[in-house]
């Protein structure tokens, strides 16, 4: 009875494991594709503080693969000292995960003061293939598929409309439907009418909460994790000395 017991454990104490690599790989994606989009915004950004949630999360989920590992190998084999050792390395997970979250969920709440250089980035657009500043908004305003910091008004207060005699924004403010669109402002509606500050803000609050969602799931696994652990301790205590006893 206490040998299919033990059984039982091991089985589902595998399977938690295994869920531990899969959320592993989940954190791992999150942490890259905020690396990804950073590099691809890096030049709307004032300071590079968003990158510290990077940092945790990426080596979270190094931590989470590695006990994942571990985890489905000690199911297989007898080791109180390595399960003392899994133990340890559930609280480490804990932590870094936990400081992850946490400053994910810091810069959720202040986006809008770190992609301060959005409006300075924007205001020195000149049209020039060949200025950096210019593709980049340009490439902006096509994938994030808006106009503008704001929207298409704020173009009215840049020098780039006086070289344009007052009536014409950048052609990657036309929405893609209007095939014959020439940026005129005669013609708001084939504008993009939302600006990419909030475009911006919603593509980066999407993977910081993918983030933190992502820690909660593993730390609910955790949690289970240390329990089934100490469970499987006790077992092996209680054969120890049964056989003490024999």
């Not at 959320?23 to 990158?51: C, D, E, N, W």
């Not at 009215?156 to 929405?175: A, I, M």
């Not at 209007?178 to 609050?205: D, I, N």
Request: charged share 15%.
């Amino acid at each position: 009875m206490c040998d299919w017991r033990g059984n039982r454990l091991k089985t589902i104490f595998q399977l938690m494991c295994q869920l531990l690599w899969v959320v592993g790989m989940i954190m791992a994606m999150g942490g890259v594709s905020l690396l990804m989009k950073y590099r691809h915004y890096s030049l709307f950004f004032s300071q590079t503080y968003i990158l510290l949630p990077v940092v945790f999360t990426i080596c979270s989920a190094a931590f989470l693969l590695f006990a994942g590992f571990l985890g489905t190998w000690l199911s297989l084999r007898d080791s109180r000292c390595l399960l003392g050792l899994f133990v340890y390395l559930l609280v480490v997970i804990f932590c870094v995960g936990s400081t992850a979250s946490a400053l994910a969920y810091v810069h959720s709440r202040k986006l809008d003061s770190d992609t301060a250089s959005l409006s300075e980035v924007f205001q020195k657009y000149t049209g020039s293939s060949q200025d950096r500043n210019s593709r980049i908004v340009d490439v902006t305003q096509e994938e994030l598929h808006c106009c503008g910091v704001r929207n298409y008004t704020d173009w009215l207060d840049s020098s780039w409309l006086n070289k344009t005699g007052g009536d014409v924004v950048p052609r990657s403010c036309c929405n893609t439907t209007f095939l014959l669109c020439k940026g005129s402002l005669y013609q708001p509606w084939q504008l993009y009418h939302q600006g990419c500050q909030v475009k911006l803000e919603m593509a980066f609050q999407f993977i910081l909460q993918f983030i933190m969602w992502t820690s909660l799931l593993g730390f609910l696994t955790e949690v289970v994790l240390l329990y089934m652990t100490t469970q499987m301790m006790m077992e092996e205590r209680f054969k120890y000395q049964a056989l003490s006893n024999t």
